[in-house]
């Protein structure tokens, strides 16, 4: 039976649709299929559901997806403009930053195993919030691309680039950020950023196989080896300079554009 998640303040979530089948929690982006971006409100929406989840123990999986067409197509960058438009200094830009920053903290050290459920377009700030998911998978129709480079941005959305080293390599995502390259599911799994593909309509039964195991796991032992996996994948990021992103972006977006625009 699938109903929508109980919790203690009766939390209303305008930007996701969010059901509950036994131990897994589904969390759906873009339940209006009408804009596949991660604006400030789905990001407040996805913060305010892991926050719940401290008082859940009774879920154990959250498998995040989209109702979309594209999984998610980036954050929203006329989000951005407008906050420096109405806030000159760039505070506005860094609050909005920075809850990028907390929302992949709170996936990264929710007591949940996390799934992400790929499709279409995964593109930008949607492939940092999939990165910090501990499982992925992907329909091998997928298509992934890192594109700040090309806007002129850095890519400084929610800590990820540490995360994305971490996960793929340094040499690997070095070359796809600085030239904004897309990149096939086959690539994504090859660099370690999906676990497994499938043909689209064989995806769900795939994360099914996930979700099947994971329920049967003695939900301590889960929890324990999850929080070292990211311990020691931490300790990779010792130098992790993820919170000086917001502080760039705002910097690297107040520069007058001298340039001539160029096609990313």
């Not at 992925?136 to 298509?143: C, E, I, N, V, Y």
């Not at 099947?212 to 996996?229: N, V, W, Y």
Request: charged letters at 20%; aromatic letters at 4%; a negative charge.
């Amino acid at each position: 039976m699938t109903e929508t998640i109980g919790t203690p303040t009766a939390r209303t979530y305008k930007t996701v649709a969010v059901q509950q089948d036994g131990p897994v929690l589904r969390v759906r982006l873009n339940p209006a299929q009408q804009d596949d971006t991660l604006s400030t409100a789905v990001v407040d929406d996805l913060i305010a559901v892991l926050d719940d989840l401290h008082q859940r123990p009774d879920i154990r999986i959250l498998l995040l997806s989209s109702l979309g067409d594209d999984f998610c197509l980036g954050a929203d960058r006329h989000e951005y403009q407008e906050a420096l438009a109405a806030d000159p200094t760039g505070a506005a830009l860094r609050r909005i930053a920075d809850k990028a920053h907390r929302l992949c903290q709170a996936l990264e050290n929710t007591h949940t195993i996390t799934i992400a459920r790929l499709h279409g377009k995964v593109v930008g700030a949607g492939l940092a919030l999939a990165s910090f998911c501990d499982l992925r998978a992907g329909a091998d129709t997928s298509r992934f691309r890192m594109p700040e480079v090309g806007l002129g941005l850095p890519p400084a959305w929610g800590g990820a680039m540490g995360r994305l080293i971490s996960e793929a390599g340094a040499a690997q995502i070095r070359e796809l950020m600085l030239t904004s390259d897309a990149f096939d599911a086959a690539t994504a799994h090859r660099l370690g950023l999906l676990h497994k593909t499938a043909p689209i309509d064989e995806l769900d039964q795939t994360i099914n196989a996930w979700t099947r195991t994971l329920a049967r796991r003695p939900p301590e032992a889960l929890i324990l080896t999850k929080r070292m996996l990211a311990g020691y994948a931490r300790a990779d990021r010792t130098a992790d300079v993820a919170l000086l992103d917001s502080h760039l972006l705002a910097a690297q977006l107040n520069q007058p554009r001298n340039h001539p625009t160029t096609t990313p």
